[in-house]
T-cell receptor, first 108, second 114 residues
Framework: KNEVEQSPQNLTAQEGEFITINCSYS?????LHWLQQHPGGGIVSLFM???GKKKHGRLIATINIQEKHSSLHITASHPRDSAVYIC??????????FGTGTRLQVFP | EPEVTQTPSHQVTQMGQEVILRCVPI?????FYWYRQILGQKVEFLVS????????KSEIFDDQFSVERPDGSNFTLKIRSTKLEDSAMYFC????????????FGPGTRLLVL
């Protein structure tokens, strides 16, 4: 069973487009994380959310606890945003439970 | 900016050999983790470590695996007798606190078992 589901699995966009990646989960969480995995494999934490909305530069993350849903938005997308974006959950322990990721390609 | 480092970046080994993957977590962090990612699959939790003992481990982390913090800076993952299915990218991570806390990931060690 998958506790966390992401959509879409793959996404292509033209430079400048507004992008939305969705994450739904089925369990009670203490926090939800959005991470970015670069083509070389490295993982970078973008956001950690337990409620509401966070913004960092062109990235915005929102979460709706009642609906068990989170979105990651990228405004004015750029080719350097091309990566895999991963939603991960923290339940009542320390470990992260990862989703399968959304592969984003932004073309010039 | 402080970062988690891992060595080696790549390791090739023969089935049945022992491997040790090394990590240097961020210096003021107290919680340490190992995750792995088999090629084409999602990242999976292996083990968490705090105060010189394992806090939690997954079903993957069987008797072939062990972790150690041999000194004040290194955090190691040992696989005693590698199997073909251990081929994966292994990520170390650390965090300052537990629970609702950002985890900082190292660049990974790509392990190939032949």
């Amino acid at each position: 069973k998958n506790e966390v589901e992401q959509s879409p699995q793959n996404l292509t966009a033209q430079e400048g487009e507004f992008i939305t990646i969705n994450c739904s989960y089925s369990v009670g969480i203490s926090a939800l994380h959005w991470l970015q995995q670069h083509p070389g494999g490295g993982i970078v934490s973008l956001f950690m959310l337990s409620s509401g909305k966070k913004k960092h530069g062109r990235l915005i993350a929102t979460i709706n606890i009642q609906e068990k849903h989170s979105s990651l938005h990228i405004t004015a997308s750029h080719p350097r945003d091309s990566a895999v974006y991963i939603c991960a959950l923290t339940l009542n322990t320390d470990k992260l439970i990862f989703g399968t990721g959304t592969r984003l390609q932004v073309f010039p | 900016e402080p970062e988690v480092t891992q060595t080696p970046s790549h390791q090739v080994t023969q089935m049945g050999q022992e491997v040790i993957l090394r990590c240097v977590p961020i210096s003021n962090h107290l919680y340490f983790y190992w995750y792995r990612q088999i090629l084409g699959q999602k990242v999976e939790f292996l083990v968490s470590f705090y105060n010189n003992e394992i806090s939690e481990k997954s079903e993957i982390f069987d008797d072939q695996f062990s972790v150690e913090r041999p000194d004040g800076s290194n955090f190691t993952l040992k696989i005693r007798s590698t199997k073909l299915e251990d081929s994966a990218m292994y990520f170390c991570a650390s965090s300052e606190q537990r629970g609702e806390e950002t985890q900082y990931f190292g660049p990974g060690t790509r392990l190939l078992v032949l």
